[in-house]
C-alpha cells in the first residue's frame, strides 16, 4: 500500500478513524480488513446500535466515519443514525446492507447517511463507496 | 405457499453463495416438506414478516459450515468458533436479504429479522422446527450441501 495515494490516510498522514457498528462479527472482520489494507484505523467497533451509539459519543471527535449496518437487535441502524445525527450533525455515516428493505436505505440517506454499502461486501466496491464519502469530506473542509 | 415466493429464494441463494464463496454450485431436486426441520447439524434462521409470516432456516453439516466460514473468511478456521457462527448467520441474512429485495421489486412486502443460530444442543430439530409446509431448495456445493428451508404463510 502506497500511504501517501492511500484513500485512508489524512494529509498530515495519520489515518482517518473509522468506527464498525455491526450486528456479525464476521462484518466487522472484514471490513476492518478492507478498510485498514487501504490506510484507514479502526477506531471501535460495536455489535448493536445501543452499544455503536455509546461508542461513538466516547470516540467523538476522534471518529472520522461510522459504518452502520441496518439490521441489527436493540436498536437498528436507522435509529442509531438518527440518535447520532442528533449528537452531531456533521457526522459521516456510512450504511451497510444486505439491502431487503430499501425503503430503509432511502430513509437513512434522507436522514443524513452519507453513502450505503451492499453486502455481499467486495472489496473494490466497499472502497469506491467509502472513497467518496471520504472525498466529499474532504472538500467540505 | 405461493409460487410467486420461490424464485426470489432460488434466485438468491444461487447468487449469494456464488458471489461469496467463488465456486461452481449445483441446485438440486426442489422438494416440498411437511415441516421446516433441520436435519443437517448447523441451522440458522431468519424470521419473514410483513404481507407474510414465516422462517428461512439455512441447514449444512458441521463439517460444510466451517468449510463454508473458512471460505468466507479466506482463512482455515480450526473449530466452528463465534466467528464460524458468525459468519453462518451472516450467510443467512444475506441471502435473505436478497431474496426480500427481488420479492419487493415484484411487488411483495416482506421483512426480516436478523439471524438466529442453533447448533449441537439443538440435536434432533426439535426446538426449531416450523410446522408449516416448507420448500426445500438443495444446494451442492464442493464442501458438501445446503439445504435452504422456506416456510412462508400468507397472513389472513
Redesign the interface.
Do not use: C, Y
Given at each position: 500500500m502506497n500511504a501517501e495515494s492511500a484513500a485512508g490516510v489524512k494529509k498530515n498522514g495519520t489515518p482517518l478513524q473509522v468506527l464498525v457498528i455491526d450486528?456479525?462479527?464476521?462484518?466487522i472482520?472484514q471490513l476492518s480488513q478492507i478498510l485498514t489494507s487501504s490506510g484507514f484505523a479502526i477506531a471501535g467497533s460495536a455489535s448493536d446500535g445501543e452499544e455503536g451509539l455509546q461508542k461513538y459519543k466516547e470516540l467523538y471527535p476522534r471518529v472520522d466515519l461510522v459504518t452502520l449496518d441496518i439490521?441489527?437487535?436493540k436498536m437498528d441502524g436507522v435509529a442509531t443514525l438518527e440518535k447520532i445525527m442528533e449528537f452531531d450533525d456533521k457526522a459521516n455515516v456510512i450504511m451497510v446492507?444486505?439491502?431487503?428493505?430499501?425503503d430503509l436505505v432511502k430513509k437513512a440517506l434522507l436522514t443524513g447517511a452519507r453513502n450505503y454499502i451492499v453486502?455481499?461486501l467486495?472489496r473494490r466496491k466497499v472502497l469506491e463507496r467509502v472513497e467518496m464519502v471520504v472525498r466529499a469530506m474532504r472538500n467540505c473542509i | 405457499m405461493r409460487v410467486e415466493y420461490i424464485n426470489p429464494f432460488v434466485e438468491a441463494s444461487f447468487y449469494?453463495l456464488k458471489?461469496?464463496l467463488g465456486t461452481e454450485l449445483r441446485r438440486g431436486k426442489l422438494c416440498m416438506r411437511e415441516a421446516a426441520k433441520p436435519r443437517l447439524g448447523v441451522t440458522s434462521r431468519v424470521g419473514l414478516s410483513g404481507d407474510v409470516s414465516g422462517w428461512v432456516l439455512i441447514d449444512m453439516s458441521r463439517e460444510t459450515a466451517l468449510a463454508v466460514?473458512s471460505a468466507?473468511?479466506e482463512e482455515k478456521l480450526p473449530d466452528f468458533d463465534?466467528?464460524a457462527q458468525?459468519?453462518i448467520?451472516?450467510l443467512t441474512?444475506?441471502i435473505?436479504?436478497?431474496a426480500?429485495?427481488r420479492l419487493?421489486a415484484a411487488g411483495f412486502n416482506?421483512?426480516?429479522?436478523?439471524p438466529f443460530l442453533f447448533y449441537g444442543a439443538y440435536k434432533g430439530g426439535k426446538r426449531i422446527s416450523i410446522n408449516d409446509e416448507a420448500l426445500i431448495i438443495p444446494i451442492e456445493m464442493p464442501m458438501g450441501t445446503v439445504e435452504i428451508n422456506v416456510a412462508v404463510r400468507e397472513k389472513e
Open positions: 450486528d456479525s462479527m464476521f462484518i472482520k439490521t441489527m437487535p446492507t444486505a439491502l431487503g428493505r430499501q453486502k455481499p467486495d | 449469494v458471489e461469496v466460514a468466507m473468511n463465534e466467528l458468525a459468519t448467520g451472516e441474512n444475506m435473505t436479504a436478497n426480500v429485495t419487493h416482506f421483512d426480516l429479522t436478523p
